[in-house]
Every structure is written in structure tokens, then in C-alpha cells.
T-cell receptor, first 113, second 114 residues
Framework: AQSVSQHNHHVILSEAASLELGCNYS??????LFWYVQYPGQHLQLLLK??????LVKGIKGFEAEFIKSKFSFNLRKPSVQWSDTAEYFC???????????FGTGTRLQVFP | DTEVTQTPKHLVMGMTNKKSLKCEQH?????MYWYKQKAKKPPELMFV???????INESVPSRFSPECPNSSLLNLHLHALQPEDSALYLC?????????????FGEGSRLTVL
């Protein structure tokens, strides 16, 4: 069975601090991995995605993530957060040959000015 | 703005009512999804349609009945719901099958069952 875990449930940072959100998955086959963001009152938006190739992927708004196959991880990073990054962040997995997208439990990020 | 449109944005219904949620996309996607999201929780998959056929049903109670009339439309028919069914219902679409990319989400329909 596929599963996604996010260990950081609530992260509080000051502006300009660096961010790393953990994501680990469980699945033995080929996966597509995603980070979605949900700003307060808004719809889920894709931050970045990994399908294959370079394990370091860059997304919108200065976010990046690194796929480490040996660790079953896909951590999200940003060198300097802004107040506008306050949102809920979801890691998600889609196994290569299915239509099923599974979400992690989410991490609530609060950034204070 | 999202390219997946959901109506209505808000719905209040009694436990004996019958109502429907609607979803439309014009991106040529042939996979469409319903997710349920409770407050401060991740979206939970309910149904997936692939090429207008139901391909995944995550053991959802029969009081939720999905329908995919064509490749652009997805409905969720609601009947005899319970207060615990109150949630944000999200529609999404994608290309189906192998290596097919991300899901695009609508803004959701917020359902309150009294």
C-alpha cells in the first residue's frame, strides 16, 4: 500500500528564515511526487513535481525539493521564507501506473514578520 | 484562477434533502476526481473516473453517488447525508494513466449538513 508521511505538523518561522519540510513515502515502485500548497481560503496549487531525471526540482515562488530514493524522501526547501508563504503544505504521491494521488497529513506553516 | 470550476461554492442541506455538486474542466483531461477535505486535514480521495468510467471508489457510502456525463463534467449526487459529511468537496482533473502528471484542483464546494 502507498502512504505519505509528513513529520512536521506545525512550523513557525520568522521572515527570512530557511525552511525545510519533511516528506517520506512508502511504495516499492516508481512514483511521481508532488508538493501542493493551500493558502487560507484558496484552492490547492502545485508548487513542484518530480517525475524522473534530476532529483533536485525547482518550483514556483523559490521553492525546491530533493528526491532521495534511498531514503524514500522528498523534502521541500526554501532558503528565505516570506510572510506570504503562510499556508498549509501537502506532500503527495502518485504511483506511476495509477490515477490515485495520495496526500500526506500536511504541514501548517506560519511565518511572522 | 483555477481551470476546474465547481458549483455551488457553498451548500447547506438537511439530512433528507437531495442535492448535487458539479464540476467542469476544459483542459482535455480524461481523469476526474472527487476528494473530501475536513478542516485542518488532507484531502481524502473518494472517486476517480478515467475515460468517463468509474475506476476507483474508496469505499464511499452510497449516499454519495458520482456521475460523469461526459469528459468535461463530473457530478456528485448527495442524498440522506449526515452532519459528519459536512466538509469541503474538491474536484480535480488530470491526464489518466502512466506518468501523467499533476492534478488540477477546483476551489471546492463547502457543504454543511444540518
Amino acid at each position: 500500500a502507498q502512504s505519505v508521511s509528513q513529520h512536521n505538523h506545525h512550523v513557525i518561522l520568522s521572515e527570512a528564515a530557511s525552511l525545510e519540510l519533511g516528506c517520506n513515502y512508502s511504495y516499492g515502485g516508481t512514483v511521481n511526487l508532488f508538493w501542493y500548497v493551500q493558502y487560507p481560503g484558496q484552492h490547492l496549487q502545485l508548487l513542484l513535481k518530480y517525475f524522473s531525471g534530476d532529483p533536485l526540482v525547482k518550483g514556483i515562488k523559490g521553492f525546491e525539493a530533493e528526491f532521495i530514493k534511498s531514503k524514500f524522501s522528498f523534502n521541500l526547501r526554501k532558503p528565505s521564507v516570506q510572510w506570504s508563504d503562510t499556508a498549509e503544505y501537502f506532500c503527495a504521491l502518485r504511483s506511476y501506473n495509477t490515477d490515485k494521488l495520495i496526500f500526506g497529513t500536511g504541514t501548517r506553516l506560519q511565518v511572522f514578520p | 484562477d483555477t481551470e476546474v470550476t465547481q458549483t455551488p461554492k457553498h451548500l447547506v442541506m438537511g439530512m433528507t434533502n437531495k442535492k448535487s455538486l458539479k464540476c467542469e474542466q476544459h483542459m482535455g483531461h480524461r481523469a476526474m476526481y472527487w476528494y473530501k477535505q475536513k478542516a485542518k486535514k488532507p484531502p481524502e480521495l473518494m472517486f476517480v473516473y478515467s475515460y468517463e468510467k468509474l475506476s476507483i471508489n474508496e469505499s464511499v457510502p452510497s449516499r454519495f453517488s458520482p456521475e460523469c456525463p461526459n469528459s468535461s463534467l463530473l457530478n456528485l449526487h448527495l442524498h440522506a447525508l449526515q452532519p459528519e459529511d459536512s466538509a469541503l468537496y474538491l474536484c480535480a482533473s488530470s491526464h489518466p494513466g502512466t506518468g501523467s502528471g499533476e492534478l488540477f484542483f477546483g476551489e471546492g464546494s463547502r457543504l454543511t449538513v444540518l
